[in-house]
């Protein structure tokens, strides 16, 4: 199996690798399109902030490349808020695969969320073997919304999609390769989907 891990300048790229290669799994990491689109899964890492993330991703034209992937392709916190329509940080716009703004919470609470916190609501292949509640790590000052193609749901302030998925396309707002025996499962169930 082939698996791409995106590399765009923005990313906990090592605790992904190191991830899958506990699972058995070389991930490559490339900013190559032919690798990409040839991979048979994809990964979309981001840590960072979100406009200047997508002017990384504009300058090596992967901004056109991913929306149009055809294999299972998982973006993980800030690429997954990528692969919405519109985020508040810096007015970004997204890649426009899920049809959801991403919000930042508001002072009430405290931001960045950082820690374990549960997953609820679970709706895809992607949580087989995971129980409801499950605890999963997050660090993140802003979120997306809940809508139609949230898979898992996340109580912080308020409910909001901290799993979503459409097609081949899936995004965690939370980091699975930091949350233990959930979040190994997790990517166990990405490889096999």
């Known amino acids: 199996m082939k698996l791409v891990i995106i590399d765009y300048g923005a990313g906990n790229i090592k605790s992904i690798q190191f991830a899958f290669k506990r699972l058995g799994v070389e991930a490559v990491l490339s900013s190559d399109p032919d690798d990409i689109k040839n991979a048979d899964k994809v990964i979309f890492p981001g840590v960072g902030e979100a406009s200047s993330a997508m002017k990384m991703l504009k300058e ?3 901004d056109r490349i991913i929306p149009k992937l055809k294999q299972p392709v998982l973006g993980i916190c800030l690429g997954m808020q990528l692969l919405c329509n519109h985020s508040e940080e810096n007015a970004t716009e997204g890649l426009g695969v899920f049809n959801v703004a991403v ?3 508001s002072n009430q609470v405290k931001v960045p969320q950082m820690g ?11 949580f087989k073997s ?17 809508c139609t193609e949230a898979i898992a749901v996340t109580n912080y302030e308020f409910d909001y999609a901290s799993a979503l998925q459409k097609d081949n396309f899936y995004g ?9 025996l959930a979040g190994e499962q997790l990517l166990k169930n990405f490889l096999q989907l």
């Open 60 to 62: 090596s034209s992967l």
């Open 103 to 105: 919000k930042r919470f």
């Open 116 to 126: 374990w916190n549960t997953i609820t609501n679970l709706k895809s292949d992607l």
């Open 130 to 146: 995971i129980n409801d509640n499950a605890f999963m790590y997050s660090v993140h000052s802003y979120y997306a919304e809940n």
């Open 172 to 180: 965690v707002q939370f980091h699975p390769e930091k949350s233990s």
